[in-house]
């Protein structure tokens, strides 16, 4: 399983609406391209330097399917954060691939 990890660093001034845009709309695009099994939102806890820090994780099958993701949907679900947010939300993406559950 490989998880597609979405970290994104919010002004406080729009956390709270950012969340639900990302809840009621964002997440629910990203899912409907039909690459990702689930997906989780989680708040980042520590080493917050200011605003809000939360981590997206997206769980696909092989990394084929989120090269299919990057190249077929990315872009355009991308742009359409940045154009809602600009600066007030910084993003950065890690790949993980899952080992063993416990």
């Avoid at 809840?23 to 997906?39: L, N, R």
């Avoid at 769980?59 to 993701?69: F, I, R």
């Amino acid at each position: 399983m490989i998880i597609y990890n979405v970290t994104c660093n919010v002004e406080a001034s729009v956390s709270g609406e950012w969340q639900n845009w990302m809840k009621t709309k964002h997440i629910p695009e990203v899912m409907e391209c039909g690459i990702f099994t689930s997906a989780k939102m989680n708040k980042v806890l520590s080493g917050n330097d200011g605003g809000d820090t939360f981590a997206i994780a997206y769980s696909c099958k092989s990394m084929k399917d989120l090269h299919q993701y990057q190249i077929k949907h990315a872009p355009d679900l991308q742009k359409k954060h940045t154009e809602k947010y600009g600066t007030k939300v910084v993003s950065f993406r890690t790949l993980l691939e899952e080992i063993e559950k416990f």
